[in-house]
């Protein structure tokens, strides 16, 4: 009767405790025939749990090429449908490295997470290429594979042949065994494989043979557009056209897998495979005996960041036995002869009775290209197609590998991109030191009478205004940054407002009637032009809460480019109150020209001007609509809006400060106030000037004759009005 109550007890404290164990659920695709690994995982992780009271029960969701059909795609996008929905179904998911830059945002950063002693475990080896994205590490490998080389052991044997160390006497080996071989009619030997079939497999390929193809061991990537990479693309060839063909070179895992397991391939590049009888593996060739390239891949575990924090301590536990020592070394390594990113196991002698520790040890490892793009997958289909094309006939290797760097590479607006960017960069410096030396025109004294309508400090304002647009469209030229986002539109507002407020300012103090707003802002004169300015400088800045972001305009037949864009609420409404006070300035400017029309003195003035603002009007409205249409083509962007710029200063300053003064220094009929300056300047007698500026005060550029306009009545002003 004790007995029955004890077990009844046990069984009450046993069913509590399943009640308040942490359940973590994993989700796990697998392929190379090594889903077994999981389930073992699992019974191993439970047992450990109970005998140290963790209190923790591992399950996991496994997706195979035997349960569903629809592959490895699949499940990549059901991960990210599952991260991106925020679920918390599952904890911890293992994926494919391919997709570390793709996970990363969902998933725990572990260095904050994990003990440091455990990642130091796998700092040293080649799970930093896979597992890290932006200084974080996104998970841990749960093991590693790498692109090997196979030689067959019986023909090289059998023409005393050495394993091939460079792609040249992989050539001349395969090359020579083939001859002999079709000497003897054996004619179904196929020398290499290539392995470029129409998937992932070809990418790993591309890259492991152009990186074999570096300067020496220590050098990174060779750039793409590079004379290794296209010696490294023509000698694929050659060793396609001698020892292969293209239909082979293409052919898929299984294909190569069975002429593998058939004996009848020379040499193969294939992923590693333990225990292939008759073939001796090693790394890949390079462009010398002491260069090698083998692509990396692993499958990584992470934990989701949605969920709880027990249940991320519970997954910690998880992923902590997983990528142990003791697991690494008695499951993955002992059981299933893979390779771990613990490169401290390599060193083990029992270790190395079940893998290749040499091997593991002169790998030159390179990770597939997956951080270069969010949608790498997109990014490897272009690459793929690009490369087949190649092996095809159609494309030459440094044509192929300009459109591969295409895909990515973010053109800019250079001096250098063609002729035409040249002579508008050229331009803008002469417009530039034009304008300077237009501030030495209004101080000679011969074009004093030309520039009287305004004042020396107001011209030089409008002079700041028109370097200032120009700095702004000289800093599109080169690569574009989010500070030259900000910079080129403080400059492009704050100039076009300081060419815009002199005018308006004269124009309000100069009205044709007497009021007391005219008065109150000629009279406040630096704080009305200041405000409007700092207003302008307040409104750039309060863009930096709501900043530019470079949008990448990714083109599929001409080259990519950076735009600015403002992507907030916030920062747009910014840019439309920006926009709106441009437009109100620009409309206030046309009416008041249009009040002003007729009045005497200013008359030249404001002819000269009012052609200057419909010439600016065009333009303005040209820059808006430029800058809401969508342009692909980078040179042609950015052509237009300095064209447009550009064409707006020029206009600007000749008709002011060239065409307009030669107008009137040609009229060989002076008008009265040109006779006066004449007699002003070439008048020494002091009384005599005195007596000419009582009957024409030409000095004072701001004199409105006040005293006559205010005698006028209002149905004489609006006669004035009338009368054009």
């Known amino acids: 009767m004790k007995m029955k109550i004890i077990d009844i007890i046990s069984f009450f404290i046993l069913f509590i405790e399943c009640l308040n164990a942490i359940n973590v659920n994993l989700i796990v695709f697998s392929f190379y025939n090594y889903s077994d690994i999981y389930p073992i995982i699992k019974r191993e992780f439970n047992n450990y749990s109970k005998l140290n009271n963790l209190n923790i029960d591992l399950n996991f969701i496994l997706f195979s090429e035997k349960n569903t059909t629809l592959g490895r795609d699949y499940y990549a996008s059901t991960i990210d449908l599952l991260l991106k929905k925020k679920s918390k179904k599952y904890d911890l998911y293992v994926f494919d490295s391919l997709y570390t830059r793709r996970y990363s945002p969902y998933l725990i950063d572990l260095k904050e997470w994990i003990s440091k002693e455990h990642l130091d475990l796998y700092i040293s080896g080649d799970a930093t290429k896979i597992c890290i994205y932006n200084d974080k590490w996104v998970g841990l490998p749960i093991f590693i594979k790498y692109m090997v080389l196979y030689s067959n052991i019986s023909y090289l044997k059998k023409y005393n042949k050495n394993i091939p160390l460079s792609w040249d006497e992989l050539l001349e080996t395969g090359n020579y065994i083939l001859q002999k071989e079709q000497q003897l009619n054996n004619n179904n030997i196929i020398g290499y494989n290539g392995f470029f079939p129409k998937d992932e497999n070809t990418m790993c390929s591309l890259y492991q043979l152009i990186y074999s193809y570096r300067d020496n061991k220590n050098s990174s990537f060779p750039e793409l557009i590079s004379q290794n990479s296209i010696n490294a693309l023509n000698m694929m060839k050659d060793i396609r056209n001698t020892l292969s063909s293209n239909e082979i070179f293409k052919s898929d895992e299984s294909f190569n897998s069975k002429i593998l397991l058939d004996n009848t391939i020379l040499f193969s ?161 002469i417009a530039f030191f034009l304008i300077l030396f237009s501030t030495v025109i209004i101080c000679i004294p011969k074009f004093k009478p030309y520039f009287k309508f305004l004042s020396k400090d107001l011209w030089i304002i409008y002079i700041i205004g028109s370097l200032s647009l120009i700095c702004s469209e000289v800093s599109k030229f080169g690569r574009m940054t989010l500070f030259k986002c900000h910079l080129c539109q403080a400059m492009l507002t704050v100039g076009y407002t300081m060419i815009m407020i002199p005018l308006l300012y004269k124009l309000i103090i100069n009205f044709p009637q007497v009021n007391k707003y005219s008065e109150w802002i000629k009279c406040r004169k630096n704080f009305f032009i200041y405000t409007i300015i700092f207003i302008e400088i307040l409104l750039n800045i309060l863009l930096f809460i709501s900043p530019f972001t470079l949008k990448n305009i990714y083109n599929e037949n001409s080259r990519n480019f950076s735009k600015c864009k403002l992507i907030e609420t916030f920062g747009r409404f910014i840019l439309w109150c920006q926009v709106s006070t441009k437009v109100i300035i620009y409309l206030c400017i046309i009416f008041l020209l249009f009040l002003e029309w007729n009045i005497k003195e200013t008359s030249n003035d404001i002819r000269a001007f009012t052609i200057n603002m419909g010439l600016d009007g065009v333009l303005l409205l040209l820059f808006l609509i430029l800058s809401f249409i969508s342009i692909n083509s980078y040179v042609i962007y950015y052509s237009l809006h300095t064209c447009v710029i550009l064409l707006f200063i020029i206009t600007n300053h000749t008709y002011i400060f060239i065409i307009r003064i030669w107008f009137y220094a040609s009229n060989k009929e002076k008008t009265m106030e040109d006779k006066l300056v004449d007699k002003l300047f070439n008048n020494n007698n002091n009384s005599q000037v005195v007596d000419v500026l009582k009957t024409f005060e030409i000095d004072d550029p701001e004199h409105d004759n006040k005293t006559s306009k205010s005698l006028n009545k209002l149905p004489v002003f609006k006669s004035k009005i009338l009368i054009l």
């Not at 924090?309 to 998880?318: G, H, P, Q, R």
């Not at 060193?347 to 949608?375: A, H």
């Not at 159609?394 to 760097?405: F, G, Q, R």
């Open 269 to 429: 590049n294939y992923w590693d495979i333990y225990g292939i009888p008759n073939y001796n593996i090693t790394t890949f060739p390079g462009r010398n005996k002491d260069l090698n390239g083998s692509c990396l891949r692993g499958f990584n575990i992470g934990i989701s960041k949605y969920i709880s924090n027990d249940k991320k301590k519970a997954s910690l536990e998880v992923l902590k036995f997983i990528t142990s020592e003791k697991v690494q070394k008695n499951i993955i390594i002992k059981k299933f002869h893979v390779y771990t990113g613990l490169t401290s196991l390599y060193d083990d002698d029992e270790v190395c009775l079940y893998i290749d520790c040499q091997l593991i040890k002169k790998v030159q490892s390179i990770n597939t290209p997956s951080f270069i793009t969010n949608n790498y997958d997109a990014y490897s289909v272009k690459v793929i197609n690009l490369f087949h094309k190649f092996l095809d006939g159609n494309l030459s290797a440094y044509d192929t590998l300009t459109k591969i760097n295409d895909i990515t590479k973010i053109y800019y607006f250079s001096i250098t991109s063609n002729l035409f960017s040249l002579v508008i960069f050229i331009s803008f410096m």
